[in-house]
């Protein structure tokens, strides 16, 4: 073992940081559906990078196949070593088609739009995403990442996620998108309590005005959320009634997704829904 090649060659007085990792990482996580190609004047942007940094981490992440570059228009996009992870963990985990499933039949159910996310870092990633059957429907894109404080998923998995979670949260900045997003440790430990008295989190505009979501958690191996299955309403459309329905229909998707992650759900929340779900 001692003779075998080192697969990061080491670098007289180049050092292997965390930080350079984490900036890496923060490169990979701007591309999404909306957005799958950037220019390195982009990157650099949205990141906060310098122009040579930005350039140097792109050559490397082209390097080991983590993204490539167009000649023509010399943006860059997801590599194919990205794809060759997401097959590797599909077929190891086998989520994704269930995943699909599980949120066609909520849908079909709410006739609202459903998405499902798992915790990313400090933040929440939709996995998956379902339309809603109606012409006036929220569009959520799948593979977006969203700070948990101003959504419903977020909340959801704020409240049941575990102190560490919530710790990591509350000791970040927290941005505002609407007018009633919380902005205070104490408004969100109060969303926090509603959400664990009654099994579901709310989300009224928090995140978009216009937007109406209810979550329930996703649990994990050891009883913590790892995610959240949730729908999203035009606030518009949302009624007391309308918001039951969609709070039983979300919290059996969850219980189902938890199975579906061989999760281990908390005696507690099974007691606490069970009224609901009857």
């Given at each position: 073992?001692?003779?075998?090649?080192?697969?990061?060659?080491?670098?007289?007085?180049?050092?292997?940081?965390?930080?350079?990792?984490?900036?890496?990482?923060?490169?990979?996580?701007?591309?999404?559906?909306?957005?799958?190609?950037?220019?390195?004047?982009?990157?650099?942007?949205?990141?906060?990078?310098?122009?040579?940094?930005?350039?140097?981490?792109?050559?490397?992440?082209?390097?080991?196949?983590?993204?490539?570059?167009s000649e023509?228009?010399?943006?860059?996009?997801?590599?194919?070593?990205?794809?060759?992870?997401?097959?590797?963990?599909?077929?190891?985990?086998?989520?994704?088609?269930?995943?699909?499933?599980?949120?066609?039949?909520?849908?079909?159910?709410?006739?609202?739009?459903?998405?499902?996310?798992?915790?990313?870092?400090y933040q929440?990633?939709?996995?998956?995403?379902?339309?809603?059957?109606?012409?006036?429907?929220?569009?959520?894109e799948a593979?977006?990442?969203?700070?948990?404080?101003?959504?419903?998923?977020?909340?959801?998995?704020?409240?049941?996620?575990?102190?560490?979670?919530?710790?990591?949260?509350?000791?970040?900045?927290?941005?505002?998108?609407?007018?009633?997003?919380?902005?205070?440790?104490?408004?969100?430990?109060?969303?926090?309590?509603?959400?664990?008295?009654?099994?579901?989190?709310?989300?009224?505009?928090?995140?978009?005005?216009?937007?109406?979501?209810?979550?329930?958690?996703?649990?994990?191996?050891?009883?913590?959320?790892?995610?959240?299955?949730?729908?999203?309403?035009?606030?518009?459309?949302?009624?007391?009634?309308?918001?039951?329905?969609?709070?039983?229909?979300?919290?059996?998707?969850?219980?189902?997704?938890?199975?579906?992650?061989?999760?281990?759900?908390?005696?507690?929340?099974?007691?606490?829904?069970?009224?609901?779900?009857?």
């Amino acid at each position: 073992m001692d003779d075998a090649p080192l697969l990061f060659p080491r670098a007289p007085g180049k050092g292997f940081t965390v930080r350079t990792v984490a900036k890496a990482l923060t490169i990979l996580d701007l591309f999404t559906e909306e957005t799958p190609s950037l220019r390195l004047a982009d990157i650099a942007e949205r990141t906060g990078l310098d122009r040579s940094t930005a350039y140097r981490m792109l050559q490397t992440l082209c390097e080991f196949g983590y993204l490539d570059q167009s000649e023509e228009t010399k943006k860059y996009r997801l590599g194919a070593t990205v794809v060759r992870l997401a097959r590797t963990r599909d077929a190891v985990v086998q989520t994704g088609d269930l995943y699909h499933d599980l949120l066609r039949r909520l849908t079909q159910e709410t006739q609202e739009t459903s998405h499902a996310s798992h915790l990313a870092g400090y933040q929440i990633a939709t996995i998956a995403a379902c339309p809603g059957l109606h012409n006036n429907r929220v569009f959520v894109e799948a593979g977006g990442r969203l700070e948990p404080h101003a959504t419903a998923s977020g909340i959801a998995c704020l409240a049941y996620a575990g102190p560490a979670f919530l710790e990591r949260a509350l000791a970040r900045p927290l941005t505002s998108f609407a007018e009633n997003t919380p902005m205070t440790p104490e408004d969100l430990m109060a969303a926090l309590t509603a959400t664990r008295k009654r099994g579901y989190s709310t989300a009224p505009g928090t995140f978009d005005p216009e937007v109406y979501g209810v979550a329930a958690p996703i649990f994990g191996a050891k009883g913590l959320a790892v995610g959240a299955v949730a729908v999203a309403t035009p606030f518009s459309r949302m009624t007391p009634e309308l918001e039951r329905h969609i709070a039983r229909c979300t919290i059996a998707a969850g219980l189902e997704a938890s199975r579906v992650e061989a999760g281990v759900v908390p005696e507690s929340y099974l007691e606490l829904t069970r009224t609901i779900l009857e």
